[in-house]
T-cell receptor, first 115, second 111 residues
């Protein structure tokens, strides 16, 4: 199993550009989440999904969109990039409600810089 | 909304000493409390977790305690080693999803 994969690893955008960060998992996990990590602020939840077709907002959703059309994929879209979105983005997945084993597995991260 | 506070932000100990990191949470419905370790440039990885029906859990040199009444939980690392140096995050969630993380503690273990 590849686990949780993210692409790209690095990205530089200009203010106002849009892009999609890709996330995929091959563990048949129900739950998937997107976090951003800024120095001194830990991991902040952007959006999460409890299954295909179901998404919800986290702590810092503004400026980001998500969709979950399949169990495996959970892309994060930046609609109009701003310098405040410069961060490291992590995708994570976990099994789901029907299990008590709720460990989140993280992808390797995408380092995004917005100029 | 939900909030998780973590202290201290930085902790420096001598090799062999113990380290304690404390967290408080605001959502009384939270029932799952994981701890993650993140080494420089790497992804966070789970080191131990505890559920709300348990007061304490131990795994070798690592232990976690939970006080539901006070809504706080702590990580204890005994006999610290240089390889324990990393950033540690506590987190709280309801049912394992919508996980909210603390701001992290940077632990330095001096040889």
């Amino acid at each position: 199993n590849a686990g949780v994969t993210q692409t790209p690893k690095f990205q530089v955008l200009k203010t106002g550009q849009s892009m999609t960060l890709q996330c995929a998992q091959d563990m048949n996990h129900e739950y998937m989440s997107w976090y951003r990590q800024d120095p001194g602020m830990g991991l902040r939840l952007i959006h999460y999904s409890v299954g295909a077709g179901i998404t919800d907002q986290g702590e810092v959703p503004n400026g980001y969109n998500v969709s979950r059309s399949t169990t495996e994929d959970f892309p994060l879209r930046l609609l109009s990039a701003a310098p405040s979105q410069t961060s490291v983005y992590f995708c994570a997945s976990s099994r789901g409600l029907r299990t008590t084993y709720n460990e989140q597995f993280f992808g390797p991260g995408t380092r995004l810089t917005v100029l | 909304g939900e909030n998780v506070e973590q202290h201290p932000s930085t902790l420096s100990v001598q090799e062999g000493d113990s380290a304690v990191i404390k967290c408080t949470y605001s959502d009384s419905a939270s029932n799952y409390f994981p701890w993650y370790k993140q080494e420089l440039g790497k992804r966070p990885q789970l080191i131990i977790d505890i559920r709300s029906n348990v007061g304490e859990k131990k795994d070798q040199r690592i232990a976690v305690t939970l006080n539901k009444t006070a809504k706080h939980f702590s990580l204890h690392i005994t006999e610290t080693q240089p390889e324990d140096s990393a950033v540690y995050f506590c987190a709280a969630s309801v049912g394992g999803f919508k996980t909210i993380f603390g701001a992290g503690t940077r632990l330095f273990v001096k040889a």
